[in-house]
């Protein structure tokens, strides 16, 4: 079967780091292009990163430098580094594949990203960014 396992996150004070990583079973990730999402109660779903097969990234303009999206083709996994996190960064963490050609090779703004079609999501993991 395949599928998206994610792991990490947590609580954490303002200022602090987390990692999320996002293994993929049943099929390689390679072919694909990894977003990031996250959905904060009452919100609708935005997109945070997108790191094309070519190592590409691209960053909503609320996470900006502070995350940093890598992959690891050969170990089937993903990561998503977050640091010098705020309160607003609260949300439940998700993982999605995409073709590279459906999420437009991760161009334009990933605050769109929502918009296309995902063949593959993560369970989704909280983030908690509280004094």
């Known amino acids: 079967q395949s599928r998206l396992e994610q792991s990490g996150g947590g609580s954490v004070r303002p200022g602090g780091f987390l990692r999320l990583s996002c293994a993929a079973s049943?099929?390689?990730?390679?072919?694909?292009?990894i977003v990031w999402f996250r959905q904060a109660p009452g919100m609708e779903r935005e997109g945070v990163s997108c790191?094309?097969?070519?190592?590409?990234?691209n960053y909503a303009d609320s996470v900006g430098v502070r995350f940093t999206a890598s992959r690891d083709d050969d170990q089937n996994t993903a990561d998503l580094q977050m640091r010098s996190l705020k309160p607003e960064d609260t949300a439940v963490y998700y993982c999605?594949?995409?073709?590279?050609?459906?999420?437009?090779?991760?161009?334009?703004?990933?605050?769109?990203?929502?918009?296309?079609?995902?063949?593959?999501w993560g369970q989704g993991t909280q983030v908690t960014v509280s004094p």
């Open positions: 790191i094309s097969v070519s190592m590409a990234t």
């Open positions: 999605a594949v995409a073709p590279p050609a459906a999420v437009k090779f991760c161009s334009g703004y990933p605050e769109e990203f929502h918009e296309y079609e995902y063949d593959y």
């Open positions: 049943g099929f390689t990730l390679r072919n694909y292009a």
